[in-house]
């Protein structure tokens, strides 16, 4: 019943014999993080955020770090149930990661710490329910949210290959518009979107086959060649392709195989393995 709002919930509890760095990877979702125990570091910002945090759609990767322990529950919101939850423009958050208690409507700036009080994941899987979809059903602005969380399912639907121009006339606005639109209600611009969620199923699939060569993937994913799709991995993710598929699969690398976050990377080895889901 919360499907049209949120892609996943994951409960986490992870324990390393060492600190860690982990690449969170561009997403079509607005990722919130409800924390239980020390804060994880968002990198680039250098900052903590008690009880958690949200973090905007962005065409460009994250860094956080712990030392070794970090518990709590992850919920990724589509862009209709982020501006649903937080009720302002998603552009505030865009490519930021902003303080729960700075974003969750003043009835539910607790609900981390109910949610840490209870005992065992189903209760809180329950409480998180139970609260979302009574937010989910208040009055909220519709009409244009409505047009946009169309656009966004059309975009993912065609894997981000759907032509804005195309997109547009079938939304029935300018470009322009559809671009207002966007910036409002997703944070970013349809383009900016459909590139993200290209580079999140090209993401996807090599998990799924590693092993799969460069060039077959570029056209499998939209990207016009090989060098195309290299030099999206580079901007999105601050990573040569060999290096990507290397961190996807856990194995460790050095600050040398980096370009743009080699001094991000000094609390430990950076890994883009999921949490273990309790």
């Not at 030392?67 to 919101?77: F, K, R, Y």
Request: positive net charge.
């Amino acid at each position: 019943m919360l499907a049209p709002f949120v892609r996943r919930v994951e409960g986490y509890a992870e324990r390393t014999p060492r600190p860690i760095v982990r690449i969170e990877h561009a997403t079509p979702a607005v990722v919130v993080i409800v924390e239980f125990g020390p804060p994880l570091r968002v990198t680039e910002q250098g900052t903590r955020f008690r009880h958690g945090f949200a973090a905007g759609i962005s065409e460009r990767s994250t860094l956080t770090a712990h030392d070794g322990c970090q518990t709590g529950i992850q919920i990724d919101l589509t862009p209709l149930g982020a501006r649903r939850l937080f009720r302002q423009p998603l552009r505030e958050i865009a490519g930021r990661c902003v303080a729960l208690g700075d974003l969750l409507p003043r009835a539910l700036r607790d609900l981390p710490e109910r949610l840490a009080q209870l005992r065992g994941w189903d209760a809180r899987f329950s409480l998180l329910n139970d609260v979302l979809f009574a937010e989910f059903q208040r009055d909220a602005p519709r009409g244009a949210l409505d047009v946009v969380a169309w656009g966004c399912r059309r975009i993912e639907a065609t894997g981000g290959l759907v032509p804005i121009k195309l997109l547009a006339r079938e939304l029935g606005y300018s470009p322009k518009h559809v671009v207002s639109l966007f910036d409002e209600h997703v944070g970013v611009a349809p383009k900016v979107f459909a590139r993200i969620v290209r580079f999140d199923r090209l993401v996807r699939h090599l998990r799924a086959a590693p092993n799969e060569p460069w060039a077959s993937l570029a056209p499998r994913f939209g990207y016009f060649d090989q060098p195309h799709l290299s030099r999206e991995v580079k901007q999105m993710t601050g990573l040569t392709p060999a290096t990507l598929r290397r961190v996807l699969f856990g194995v460790e690398v050095s600050s040398g195989d980096l370009i743009s976050v080699q001094d991000l990377v000094r609390a430990g080895p950076l890994d883009s393995r999921g949490k273990e889901a309790t």
